[in-house]
Every structure is written in structure tokens, then in C-alpha cells.
């Protein structure tokens, strides 16, 4: 997939544009973030966040966009298998950085496979998002996804 496809729709998700190819063919999902949900835990007390999701299965377009607060800097954040209160396996990685990001943190995976996307889309709340800070490797912050779309 060209790059300049994927520039133009993630700039095109994120402005809420209103073209039908965007909205025929994207999904949304939204987590909202806290250290009391991670799973074994503890998570960060002081911890929050949201995390917005939006797909394009048929360009195997994954977008994403990470806020967080009280945390210090990420390290990492990834999507997981698991219902709320089980600590899954990583379904995909969003970002990793070893000097760590600040809120938000946000970018593109192109080649997702259509499988990946529709079955976040299908159980949203059987997937979750977990932020990972130095302090916190297995996980600072975490939210159960949902549908918005």
C-alpha cells in the first residue's frame, strides 16, 4: 500500500471526513484507560487515558491514537486478547521506544490482515489496550475496547 494512501487516510479519519469510501469501509473502536484495570496489576494509581482505534479492513489499514496522563513516559503500548480482568496475549503492537513518548501517541500499521480487524470489530471487549511505561513494563495503564462505529 503507498504511503501517501495511508498519510491521506488516516488525515482523513482523524478530520472526521464524511466521504462515503471512509465511512463505508472504516471502524472505530474507543478504550478509556486506568491503572486499575490492569490485569494481573498493579497498574499506575495515577493513571489514565483513552485510546481510539480506526480500521479499514479491506486496505488492511489499522490508525491509532493514544492519549495518557500520570503515567510518565511510554514505552510501548500494544492490543491484547482478553476480557476484562485476564491478561492475554499481544493481538498486535501500536508502538514501541525505548527513550519512551509522551501523550499522544499516534500512527498507522498498513498489511493488517482483514481477519485482525474484523475480529477486534466482532468482541471489541474481549481485546484491550495496555500502555507499558520503565516504572510499569507490564503495563501502566489498560481499557477494554468497544465499538463507537
Do not use: W
Amino acid at each position: 500500500m503507498p504511503k501517501k494512501l495511508i498519510v491521506t487516510f488516516f488525515v482523513a479519519i482523524s478530520l472526521g471526513a464524511t466521504t462515503s469510501i471512509v465511512l463505508a469501509h472504516t471502524a472505530e473502536q474507543r478504550a478509556s484507560l486506568s491503572g486499575d484495570s490492569v490485569a494481573p496489576g498493579p497498574g499506575d494509581p495515577e493513571g489514565t487515558g483513552r485510546a481510539v482505534i480506526r480500521s479499514a479492513p479491506d486496505e488492511g489499514i489499522l490508525c491509532y491514537k493514544v492519549y495518557f496522563k500520570g503515567i510518565g513516559r511510554a514505552r510501548g503500548a500494544h492490543v491484547h486478547q482478553g476480557p476484562r480482568g485476564v491478561a492475554g496475549p499481544t493481538h498486535m503492537r501500536l508502538f514501541t521506544s525505548k527513550k519512551g513518548k509522551r501523550s499522544p501517541v499516534e500512527g498507522c500499521h498498513s498489511g493488517v490482515g482483514v481477519e485482525t480487524i474484523e475480529a477486534m470489530h466482532d468482541d471489541p471487549s474481549n481485546y484491550y489496550v495496555d500502555v507499558h511505561t520503565r516504572a510499569y513494563p507490564d503495563g501502566a495503564v489498560r481499557g477494554q475496547l468497544r465499538n463507537t462505529r
